[in-house]
């Protein structure tokens, strides 16, 4: 149980160009889900916090008109990275917290993670 | 906002060789985790535990959540094991929102 995918694996672009990320809970809802970026060799820091039905809410230096969210359904969680440059390039991860069993552990399942290369 | 620091950086292990790995956290937490991350990148949950001691097979993990430390003890360690471990936490008021450690980078060799 607690699957949560992640489409793409892995995605190439041109600069300038707008890239859609999408997050799946699989066997679980999720009432909030959690964007991450990781670049390489480092830790994973936290951009967003997105939940269902509502708007999402950034993390400090991350451009809400550059990273669009929208959480439009329970299982359902997206990212699109718009007008994307090199430096956008990096490891998305997301997450998803459990809304049943979250109230007594508030454990987060992480998706494969999203490697987005803008050439 | 809360740190989280882990210890060592990296460490390199013979197969068969135990390890412990050390998390340090400011700031009261209600919210520990243990994760893993294999080469491909992909997180896998290891441990929730904000306190107390928990084992998993070969995996054994302990807070001290009022000395504001974790430990995880990897036994037997195995070239399996390999990848990035990260312990993160949450604050309480902070909306479940996880901080991530620095990461402790572990190399199994035969």
């Known amino acids: 149980g607690a699957v949560v995918s992640q489409h793409p694996s892995r995605v190439i672009c041109k600069s300038g160009t707008s890239v859609k990320i999408e997050c799946r809970s699989l066997?679980?809802?999720?009432?909030?889900m959690f964007w991450y970026r990781q670049f390489p060799k480092q830790s994973l820091m936290l951009m967003a916090t997105?939940?269902?039905?509502?708007?999402?809410?950034?993390e400090q230096g991350v451009e809400k008109d550059k990273f669009l969210i929208n959480h439009a359904s329970l299982t359902l969680s997206t990212l699109t990275v718009t007008s994307a440059h090199p430096e956008d390039s990096s490891f998305y991860i997301c997450s998803a917290r459990d809304a049943q069993i979250g109230v007594y552990t508030d454990t987060q399942y992480f998706g494969p993670g999203t490697r987005l290369t803008v050439l | 906002g809360i740190q989280v620091e882990q210890s060592p950086p990296d460490l390199i292990l013979q197969e068969g060789a135990n390890s412990t790995l050390r998390c340090n956290f400011s700031?009261?937490?209600?919210?520990l985790q243990w994760f893993h991350q294999n080469p491909w990148g992909q997180l896998i949950n290891l441990f929730y535990i904000p306190s107390g001691t928990k084992q998993n097979g070969r995996l054994s993990a302990t807070t001290v959540a009022t000395e504001r430390y974790s430990l995880l003890y990897i036994s037997s360690s195995q070239t399996t094991d390999s990848g990035v471990y990260f312990c993160?936490?949450?604050?309480?008021?902070?909306?479940?929102?996880?901080?991530f450690g620095t990461g402790t980078r572990l190399q199994v060799t035969l």
């Open positions: 997105s939940n269902e039905g509502s708007k999402a809410t950034y």
């Open positions: 993160a936490a949450t604050v309480a008021g902070t909306a479940s929102k996880l901080t």
């Open positions: 700031d009261s937490v209600n919210n």
């Open positions: 066997d679980f809802q999720a009432t909030t």
